[in-house]
């Protein structure tokens, strides 16, 4: 003789479905904020290096071309950068857009780098 249990699950088809369905857009959504967050870290090591870069061109004596094309050139093409000259020292600020590509604005950020001119180097002078 078998015995048959009575059947508890009452009706559940379609709840896995359901669930996937809420869950997936949650796990795309946190998975698009990790990469933006990881984006705007190498952006603004990038920034940082491009800085750090343009100040020491500068403290050699470079002009500001020069400073820009050697910041633009570990930074990147699309980062903006301002090389500020007072009394002896000089300060490169490297800003860049955060973001695929710098696109959908999801802001910017940057980084200062203050170099000391050399000794006997006029600032400015190749």
Known sequence: MR????DVRGDDRGS??????????AVVLVLVMVLVVASAAV????????ARTGAR???LGDDDGAVAAAAHRVAGDDAQVVVTR?????????????????RFGLG???????????????????
């Open 57 to 59: 061109v500068a403290a």
């Open 86 to 102: 007072d009394a002896g020292w000089v300060t490169v600020r490297v800003e860049a857009a955060v973001g695929f590509g710098g």
């Open 16 to 25: 896995v479905t359901a669930e996937l369905a809420v869950g997936l857009p």
């Open 3 to 6: 015995v048959r249990w009575p």
């Open 108 to 126: 910017r950020v940057g980084s200062d780098a203050v170099g000391r001119a050399e000794p006997g180097v006029r600032a400015g002078t190749p």
């Open 43 to 50: 952006t603004q090591a990038r920034c940082a290096d491009g």
